[in-house]
Structure formats: structure tokens, C-alpha cells
């Protein structure tokens, strides 16, 4: 009786770890230095997550991009290829699709998936930034972005809905004047470049820890 039981039990347990399978589309925009430790806290995910990921940004590794070469990559070689290259899983299970271009207006029709991502740094990105979530949730896709990643590492990062946001946090802002008002999330440590202090390692370890949590509910 005692091993019915127990037989059973692991069936059941095996029948609820087949369920358990990787499902679902994530697009990331943008794969620099918070991109790529998002996208390989994504490919780590065990039992779930994404089927497919795909990454967009046109850059290439730089002498500039230190996690980059850390973690083995060449000055000269595209940063999606990297993250593509460290995905070592069946395509069956986990696929990475790297795009070695950026996201712009004129070619928004490549965004696909279930949700989402935009970390996209350098410049005013904040109207393509709307493009990009006015596109995704056309297509029915959820969506997230950074809203200020400046930090020492003990800065407070934030999670709301951009209607919870005040119009104090000038990403918002300017996002809420290109008609994105609701229904996107926003990721902040809540300082900016005029705060005069910089990005460390550790807010964007932090940070990319923040938005694989956020990535994962928007796809489950």
C-alpha cells in the first residue's frame, strides 16, 4: 500500500514537472550593459520562462563594455550575438534570436512576442521608447521599461504601472506627452543624469534581478 503510494506520488510529481516546460515570447530592446544581464537571468530560468527571446541592438562590444569582457566576449563582435551564444539550450527548449540592428520608427513591424522589454540607453530614446510600446500593445504584447537607472546601489528601485507615476520622474513625463498614459510598467531608482552620480554594477545587477521578476509575471 505504502508503495502504491509513493509510486504515485512520483508520477504525479513527474507529470507536474512536465508541465513545467518554457513558454512564450520575450522581445529585449536594447542589450547593453542591463540587457545582457537581464537576458541571461532569462536564459538561466529553470522549469518556465521563455520559449524564445528575441534581441535587438545594432552595437557592437566596446573597449568600454567591461561585463562584456568579463564574461568572454571579443571587442568587435555584436552584442546579440553574444547573449545568443551564451544560450547553450536546445532550441526545443530556449530559442535566442540576436537582430543586429536597433529599434527605430521605421521598422517597428520587427516587434513580436508576449512581452516586451526596452532598456535602451544613450540620447533622447524616450519617443522611440513610445513607438515601441504604442507597437507592442497593437500586437497585444505587455510591456516594461527603464525609467532612470542612476544609482550607488542603495537606492530604493520602484515597480509601478506609469498611471501610478507622478509627473516628478521626467521619463514619465515625456512618455505620458507621447500618449503613453496606462497599462506599462515602470522600472526606477527615481535619479537621473542631472543627479551627478553615476551607474554602478550594483544598481544594475539589482535592477536586472527587478526586471527578470517583472518579465516573468508579465508572461505568466
Known sequence: MMGEVLENKIQSIGELENKKV???HVTLVGVGRLGLRIGINLIQVHR????EISA???QKISKSDIIFKILGGN??????DFLKNICTHPESLRKVTAFKEDITKNNLDLIKGNVVSIQSAGGNTIPTTAAIIKRAHEIGAKTISTAGVFGI????ITVMDISEVDDSNPVVKELRAHGIEENHKIVTTGRFIEDNIPITPY???AYSI???KEIL????
Open 56 to 58: 535587438f541592438d545594432g
Open 48 to 51: 518556465g520562462g521563455p520559449k
Open 153 to 156: 546601489g542603495e537606492e530604493k
Open 22 to 24: 518554457s513558454n512564450g
Open 210 to 212: 527587478i526586471m527578470t
Open 217 to 220: 509575471k508579465l508572461l505568466i
Open 203 to 205: 544598481v544594475l545587477d
Open 75 to 80: 571587442f568587435g563582435d555584436y552584442k546579440v
